[in-house]
């Protein structure tokens, strides 16, 4: 069973400051992607990183995916109040059917 | 430009009632999946379509049964419903590519048994 483990599981921080969450396995994904949920609504797709190595910033928010395929990592640069919510990772099986699997993801609150 | 769309939003039940949660996906996209998240438990499949006319159990399929009944339409019903199944189910459709897939999800049904 590919097991993606997500860490830490709460991060709450003050506004301004930086954090790096974590999405660690022992097996190798073909991709992995990462999401945010927020209350009351479903995990919506942030990013897809495919390259072992591979970095992607979507504002203030920079992807790795490790070199070896097995991990991944979000950082966040000057956190703000509406980057609160609930961060999953996620990756698809190396035998590209369609199953995926998630973390059980990273809650983060930003104090304004 | 709904994208995936589920109905209804909130619903209480009384155990042993039935009911069916409906999904649908404006996407053309072949996979669909059901989940149910529960604080501390992350979302676990439940059941999940990867064509239209197939449909496979996840990983917690007891008490759950599933219909696809066209491309767009994947429907989770609850034959007799238990307090244990008080949860939020989400409904995903999945975008396919060449290194992985990509989940697009409805906002949920929350569901209370009581």
């Known amino acids: 069973t590919q097991l993606l483990e997500q860490s830490p599981q709460f991060l709450s921080i003050q506004e301004g400051e930086n954090l790096t969450v974590y999405c660690n396995s022992s097996?190798?994904?073909?991709?992995l992607q990462w999401y945010r949920q927020e209350p009351g609504e479903g995990p919506v797709l942030l990013v897809t990183?495919?390259?072992?190595?591979e970095v992607k910033k979507l504002k203030r928010l920079t992807f790795q995916f490790g070199d070896a395929r097995k991990d991944s990592s979000l950082h966040i640069t000057a956190a703000q109040p509406g980057d609160t919510g609930l961060y999953l990772c996620?990756?698809?099986?190396?035998?590209?059917?369609?199953?995926?699997?998630f973390g059980k993801g990273t809650r983060l609150h930003i104090l304004p | 430009n709904a994208g995936v769309t589920q109905t209804p939003k909130f619903q209480v039940l009384k155990t042993g009632q039935s009911m069916t949660l409906q999904c649908a996906q404006d996407?053309?996209?072949?996979?669909m999946y059901w989940y149910r998240q529960d604080p501390g438990m992350g979302l676990r499949l439940i059941y999940y379509?990867?064509?239209?006319?197939?449909?496979d159990k996840g990983e917690v399929p007891n008490g759950y049964n599933v219909s696809r009944l066209n491309k767009r339409e994947f429907s989770l019903r609850l034959e007799s419903a238990a307090p244990s199944q008080t949860s939020v189910y989400f409904c995903?459709?999945?975008?396919?590519?060449?290194?992985?897939?990509?989940?697009?999800f409805g906002q949920g049904t929350r569901l209370t048994v009581v």
């Open positions: 379509s990867a064509s239209e006319g197939t449909t």
């Open positions: 097996s190798v994904f073909s991709s």
């Open positions: 996620a990756g698809a099986a190396l035998n590209r059917d369609d199953k995926i699997i």
């Open positions: 990183v495919v390259t072992g190595g």
């Open positions: 996407m053309n996209h072949n996979s």
């Open positions: 995903a459709s999945m975008r396919g590519y060449a290194f992985g897939t990509e989940a697009f």
